[in-house]
């Protein structure tokens, strides 16, 4: 316990706090280049960046949570421990999959997600709570570097938190009760900072393009050439053919309707939507955005020619150099705050990606045959990948009969030398 933590124990102490509304929805980064302004919430108007958060967020809640215990040599599901039912109902308000959704969302659109643990009176963890990144402030202690939180949360007001003494929505929490996934940082590790704003001319560019096609739309988007008048109905009547012509081709129900404006003659110019290239601009932002969010084009619908094999090896590759990225340092914060310091020898948590890139039944079973013939796998544990029930005599493992060791005469079934040493 370090000198911060020795005073709040003696009474509430008041933290120099952080800006809060650096990731509010409504709050951005700014004007970029190309003219637009770029939030959290705006990016996400477009398309390719609803897509790729929308996939990310949904693909890594749907991977089932487990805490894995270490048993004779090998990690195995321990469904009896506390923690498993915590995994499976975090809190009142969220079930696991919106509970893991929300903290993936934060990460990509906030650079930073939060969730508050809640102890009982043994210090074991009962309720995960998850907080907005606005209402969050990160403090470090100048004396040792530790990590301490500021944030408010309605959702916190029935329980005792870190510090015993405090109530009401805001609360000071300790590093140890907070599990804490970032984005990249700059300030080692105190922040971090999101996608949205450090490749925000990208994204501002993206928005830009949209909305230059949908003005393009609104204004008569087949419109090849201008109408021109012979200058005898001055100011007042060349407005009024304005309007007019106006009402005849805005509007999407109006798209490729011809204008007919009498007293007015028509001056073709070779610019249209194509020619402005809106239709390839934004087909190459929308792989931009994918490549910067590691998400396969297939999964966007921009692989129409992509082979069934091909999307399998893809999908495989998204796993490794994708979902783990967001994964794998979610695991090592919940073994960190969940887990007590005589658990973390032997217990972890792990998300379970088997049934991810999930082949067909052929190949399935091609797999679990050589496993089990072979004999690395048990028929049980066959059952088990695929939710069956185990059976009676199905935890034994097995190898061919016209196998053996190496200048040995008599193969011996693994079954029988366990029988045997019974």
Same mark, same amino acid.
């Given at each position: ?347 972890? +948590?792990? !998300?379970?990606?088997?049934? #991810?890139? *999930?082949?067909? &039944?052929?190949?399935?079973? %091609?797999?679990?045959?050589? =496993? +089990?013939? !072979?004999?690395?796998?048990? #028929?049980? *544990?066959?059952? &088990?990948?695929?939710?069956? %029930?185990?059976?009676?005599? =199905? ?28």
């Amino acid at each position: 316990m370090n000198i911060i933590q020795k005073a709040l124990k003696r009474k509430q102490m008041v933290f120099p706090e952080a800006p809060m509304l650096d990731g509010f929805p409504m709050f951005g980064f700014g004007s970029v280049s190309s003219g637009v302004s770029i939030t959290s919430r705006t990016t996400l108007q477009h398309h390719a960046v609803y897509t790729c958060v929308r996939t990310l967020t949904s693909d890594i809640a749907k991977i089932p949570v487990r805490l894995e215990k270490y048993v004779d040599g090998g990690w195995q599901p321990d469904r009896t421990h506390r923690l498993t039912n915590l995994l499976k109902s975090p809190n009142d308000r969220l079930v696991a999959f919106e509970f893991i959704e929300q903290i993936i969302q934060n990460v990509l659109t906030n650079g930073d997600s939060y969730v508050v643990v809640i102890r009982d009176k043994s210090g074991n963890p009962f309720k995960m709570i998850p907080i907005k990144s606005f209402s969050t402030s990160v403090v470090e202690d100048y004396k040792d570097g530790e990590l301490y939180y500021h944030v408010t949360d309605n959702q916190l007001i029935p329980f005792k938190t870190s510090i015993s003494t405090e109530n009401g929505a805001t609360r000071t929490i300790f590093h140890s009760d907070m599990i804490r996934t970032r984005n990249l940082s700059f300030d080692g590790g105190i922040n971090g900072v999101s996608l949205i704003q450090i490749a925000s001319e990208a994204f501002g560019l993206a928005l830009a393009t949209q909305q230059a096609a949908a003005r393009a739309m609104n204004n008569g988007s087949h419109i090849n050439g201008y109408f021109k008048n012979n200058g005898a109905r001055g100011r007042e009547g060349t407005e009024q053919d304005q309007e007019a012509l106006s009402r005849s081709i805005q509007g999407i129900i109006n798209s490729g309707k011809t204008a007919i404006i009498n007293g007015l003659d028509y001056v073709p110019i070779p610019n249209n939507v194509a020619d402005l290239q809106l239709i390839e601009a934004r087909r190459e932002v929308t792989q931009e955005i994918a490549r910067m969010y590691r998400v396969p084009l297939y999964k966007l619908g921009l692989g129409d020619t992509e082979k069934a094999a091909n999307i399998a090896e893809q999908e495989q590759s998204y796993i490794t150099n994708t979902l783990i990225q967001y994964t794998k340092p979610l695991e090592q914060h919940m073994d960190r705050v969940l887990l007590n310091d005589a658990e973390k020898q032997f217990y972890r +948590i792990k !998300f379970d990606f088997s049934k #991810q890139a *999930e082949p067909s &039944e052929a190949i399935r079973g %091609a797999y679990y045959r050589d =496993g +089990i013939s !072979f004999g690395w796998l048990t #028929q049980n *544990e066959v059952r &088990e990948r695929e939710d069956l %029930a185990p059976k009676e005599g =199905g935890d034994i493992l097995h190898m061919p009969l016209n196998t053996g060791v190496a200048g040995d005469n008599n193969a011996t079934d693994l079954g029988e030398m366990d029988e045997d040493k019974s």
